[in-house]
């Protein structure tokens, strides 16, 4: 084997504005300030920054955001497919362009105004992928009701229940009630609540969506020879994938052979194969949680667990802190903010530095992935 | 065919269903809907069939293709019951139960579509309670709009 990105690079700043159902200034000027406030915390100037990096569904292109803060020349910029399956995407593009010498100070970011503005799937005037044809005349219009299809086969197959979906929206809304940060801080969530909340697509109910939400996040990639001049630890990209499986159609995936084992498990071969260990080894795990079902699907993708045993891995409280596996310490998706899972990253990045309001103690490495059901992409992180 | 994703009709709220925007692959799937005819895309030169529809054969590569006539009989493969908020027509009708069906011909190609008491009949027109993963089917035709006729589920067993 030839060159390896391992640990050639270090996310070396984050940045994020407040969270909340409904900001006044427009994504442009939210995705501005995440970005300074993440060059901030790295201790490095605008004008050192040289490439960019972002996902589709992002409005504000690089163009704008390098004439806003004062970039210098920008020797790089690519954007990730595929909505919330880039945010890791972005990272990994920058850690690439980095350590093959094609720029030098890489920022990735996610603006979002989900919260107040429109809603993608509400948009009936615009030409849709080809898949539309095929679904949404019979009134599959939603993500909920799109992933929805594949968690009531996950329970058919494999006897999850609705009790499995609630151990992961309880840990996720756990940990936000730690995080100050977070939309749902001060609303505990209990199995009462869950169980008679109203349906948004059955068998999911409304605390297995994520959260809509208006907010931006940032960071910031260096080589990691720049890791001694920087002013926090550095958080190394260990290793990077990205994932489209064989015959993946996107998020209506029904009709490959096998729907269940969806773009985690592509991922995940490559992330695990270029990495120094395995997934036992991970500390804590920041995994996209648009949906709940989505958590049991990944943990079986990413090897923390067989096939069809995602669902039983949720039990016992091994996804809260103290557990097998520590997840979503931020709230994320679900508690924290919806913000295209870029809080994720950022997060992973606050428990290798030690400073999460949910600390796993003497966290050293952590699994970061972007949206299952749509092609993907993953990082590990360590310390 | 049209290039949005336009309303069914202006004959008021309830009847604006989405209707399908085929591709070029697509198109012929719909034009044999029109004629109640249940066909899927198989290739001309190695005979597989495949689903959504494209250019050429994911297996060898063919560009040649014909459309094979399905007997129409399936089983559900998986089903959601959206509620709102949903797009108004959809509003209207909801809860209605929305399948995945596999067909008996071709278990490997699974349509998605409605699970109704009659062709014709609304979106809701079959409790939710009585649909199970595995229950039969068979296909049935629905002109959803003026030229436009999408292909609706049936419980073998009502």
């Known amino acids: 084997m030839g ?6 690079a270090v996310i070396a700043g984050t940045g994020r504005t407040a969270f909340a159902k409904r900001l006044p200034e427009s994504e442009r000027a939210l995705a501005c300030r995440a970005i300074v406030a993440a060059l901030d915390d790295a201790g490095i100037a605008p004008s050192e920054v040289d490439a960019f990096a972002s996902y589709t569904m992002e409005e504000t292109d690089e163009v704008e955001v390098a004439k806003a803060i004062g970039a210098g020349d920008v020797t790089f910029f690519a954007k990730a497919g595929y909505g919330g399956g880039g945010s890791c995407a972005t990272v990994a593009h920058l850690a690439a362009a980095i350590a093959t010498g094609q720029a030098s100070v890489g920022v990735a970011w996610r603006s979002r105004k989900r919260g107040s503005g429109p809603r993608p ?43 499995h979906f609630f151990n992961v929206a309880l840990a996720c809304r756990n940990r936000a009630n730690q995080n100050p940060a977070a939309i749902m801080y001060d609303r505990p969530l209990t199995r009462e609540m869950y169980m008679t909340s109203r349906w948004i697509s059955e068998p999911l109910c409304l605390f297995d969506n994520c959260l809509e939400t208006d907010g931006a996040l940032a960071c910031v990639v260096v080589a990691a020879e720049r890791a001694r001049d920087l002013r926090h630890r550095p958080v190394y990209v260990h290793s990077v994938a990205q994932g489209l499986p064989a015959q993946h159609h996107g998020m209506v995936n029904y009709w490959t052979d096998d729907p269940l084992t969806g773009p985690a498990w592509t991922a995940a071969r490559q992330l695990w194969k270029q990495a120094d260990f395995g997934p036992e080894d991970v500390d804590v795990a920041q995994i996209y949680d648009a949906f709940t079902p989505l958590i049991p699907l990944s943990l079986e993708g990413y090897g923390f667990c067989g096939r069809g045993e995602g669902a039983a891995f949720t039990e016992g409280g091994a996804l809260e802190t103290g557990g097998r596996l520590p997840l979503n310490t931020s709230g994320g998706g679900l508690s924290e903010a919806y913000v295209h899972g870029f809080n994720l990253i950022t997060e992973g990045v606050r428990q290798l530095r030690g400073t999460s309001t949910a600390q796993v103690p003497d966290a050293a490495t952590c699994l970061v992935t972007a949206g299952e059901g749509v092609p993907t992409s993953a990082l590990l992180l360590r310390s | 065919m049209s290039t949005s994703m336009m309303p069914a009709t202006d004959n008021g709220p309830d009847e604006r269903l989405l209707l399908p925007v085929p591709d070029d692959d697509g198109a012929p799937f719909w034009a044999y809907a029109a004629r109640h005819e249940l066909r899927v895309q198989s290739c001309a030169a190695c005979g597989e069939l495949r689903f959504p529809p494209r250019p050429c054969c994911p297996h060898c590569q063919s560009f040649d293709h014909r459309w094979r006539r399905m007997s129409g009989r399936g089983r559900v493969w998986s089903y959601v019951v959206p509620h709102p908020p949903l797009l108004p027509a959809y509003a209207a009708q909801a809860p209605y139960t929305v399948v995945v069906v596999e067909l008996a011909d071709a278990p490997r190609i699974r349509l998605a579509g409605n699970l109704v008491a009659a062709p014709d009949a609304a979106l809701n027109s079959v409790d939710p309670g009585r649909v199970r993963i595995g229950a039969a089917v068979k296909v049935a035709f629905h002109e959803q709009a003026p030229g436009v006729t999408v292909p609706r589920w049936l419980l073998e067993r009502p």
């Open chain 1, 3 to 8: 060159a390896t990105l391992k640990d050639a």
């Open chain 1, 121 to 163: 799937w509400r948009n009936t005037a615009v030409q849709l992928p080809t898949p539309a044809q095929w679904t949404r005349p019979f009134g599959l219009l939603r993500p909920a009701d799109e992933i929805g299809i594949l968690a009531r086969r996950y329970m058919h197959e494999y006897g999850a229940t609705r009790d």
